[in-house]
């Protein structure tokens, strides 16, 4: 069955700081990669988004992520963490074998010390 | 352009009551989701409906859970009888038609609460 993993279940980095939260996944084919960010009690924001082509995307808010194939992986990065980051990212995968659904990793939890 | 909209943004409901979550997608979007996140979890696939149809609906637990996306209207999760277990939160994600509907927007979510 797919999966989603992030290995990082809570990351805390100081402000001004880079980030780098992890996520992999199993499936057989190219996926379609995401990365949402959630504020606590908010909703899901989407924060950028794979589905072909140069495998460095750029998102919003200063963030950007990388497809690697070799490592089935899909991390998220920021060069400087703001204390607005601070917050729940969670990586998504889709992909066409296993319906229109996406599945989530667990999330991490971001926290930012000033 | 207004993003997702679900409505109530808090529910609570006593053992045994119904919960109606509804959910408004964007304009020109014509696929819905349902998705649930218990507590200190990511979010779970439950539904997913365009108009008049259920897609798939692999995610949703066999009894008590229902849900419709009418031809006009909101699209509907209906919880019978809840239990304690559901309490959650509940979110729905639209997606526009054709190979752009894995990029899905969410709605803020509705918490329910079962006491």
């Known amino acids: 069955a797919q999966s989603v993993t992030q290995p990082d279940i809570h990351i805390t980095v100081s402000e001004g700081a880079s980030l780098e939260l992890r996520c992999n996944y199993s499936?057989?084919?190219?996926?379609?990669l995401f990365w949402y960010v959630q504020s606590p009690g908010q909703g899901l924001q989407l924060l950028l988004k794979?589905?072909?082509?140069?495998?460095l995307v750029q998102g919003i808010k200063g963030f950007e992520a990388e497809f690697k194939r070799s490592q089935s992986s899909f991390n998220l990065r920021k060069p400087s963490v703001h204390w607005s980051d601070a917050a729940e990212y969670f990586c998504?995968?889709?992909?066409?074998?296993?319906?229109?659904?996406?599945?989530f990793g667990a999330g991490t939890i971001l926290r930012v010390k000033s | 352009n207004a993003g997702v909209m679900q409505n109530p943004r808090h529910l609570v409901r006593r053992r045994g009551q119904e919960a109606r979550l509804r959910c408004s997608p964007m304009?020109?979007?014509?696929?819905v989701y349902w998705y649930r996140q218990l507590p200190e979890e990511g979010l779970k696939f439950m539904v997913y409906l365009q108009k008049e149809n259920i897609i798939d609906e692999s995610g949703m637990p066999k009894e008590r859970f229902s849900a419709e996306f009418p031809k006009e209207g909101p699209s509907i999760l209906r919880i019978q009888q809840v239990v304690r277990g559901d309490s959650a939160a509940y979110f729905c994600?639209?997606?526009?038609?054709?190979?752009?509907?894995?990029?899905?927007?969410f709605g803020p979510g509705t918490r329910l609460t079962v006491t």
């Open positions: 499936y057989g084919a190219t996926p379609y």
């Open positions: 994600a639209s997606s526009p038609p054709s190979r752009e509907r894995y990029e899905q927007y």
């Open positions: 794979y589905f072909s082509g140069d495998t």
């Open positions: 998504a995968v889709g992909a066409k074998e296993y319906g229109n659904k996406l599945v």
């Open positions: 304009k020109g979007h014509s696929h």
